[in-house]
């Protein structure tokens, strides 16, 4: 193939040699730019990106691990009233719509709320034990908006 190939350009005269040759450099570039340069340095773009989200996710956990270590071990709160009403008002001054609110026993209560930022949900969920309820049970199912579905069981701490 590559004889015939030499002996086709051969028979070219100088003039077409020039273009065929023009053409083929313009072929190459095209292929280098669009087929290897441009497909690198976006996956580059994509790593870096990626590394910089894990970078400060990384950080952003660090400083709430320090900042639990930090948190004064002291007693948790005494509860005046039903687990299921004490949580209920918690989210909803939190800014949750609750669409579920059972009463389990006693001293516990199962929650359902259908939409809510993750980081939101969590610091609501953390800032409970403050109020003296613990979490039994935790089920977070994400949405494809980003937000995430939050089935919880609570309990009096100490229970």
Do not use: C
């Not at 023009?22 to 990106?49: E, K, M, R, W």
């Not at 929650?111 to 089920?139: C, F, H, K, N, Y």
């Amino acid at each position: 193939m590559r004889s015939g190939l030499n002996v086709w350009y051969g028979g070219l005269t100088a003039r077409e040699r020039g273009l065929v040759s023009v053409a083929g450099g313009l072929v190459a570039s095209i292929v280098l730019v669009y087929g290897i340069v441009l497909p690198v340095g976006t996956a580059l773009d994509d790593a870096a990106d990626r590394h910089r989200n894990a970078t400060e996710r990384a950080g952003r956990i660090e400083a709430q691990i320090a900042a639990l270590k930090a948190a004064p071990a002291g007693k948790t709160a005494v509860l005046a009233g039903p687990v299921e009403q004490i949580a209920g008002a918690s989210a909803q001054e939190a800014g949750f719509v609750v669409q579920s609110n059972q009463r389990r026993g006693s001293d516990m209560a199962v929650i359902l709320i259908p939409t809510a930022r993750p980081s939101a949900a969590l610091a609501w969920l953390d800032g409970l034990m403050a109020q003296g309820l613990a979490v039994e049970q935790l089920t977070m199912t994400p949405a494809p908006d980003g937000s995430v579905s939050v089935n919880v069981t609570l309990r009096r701490s100490g229970s």
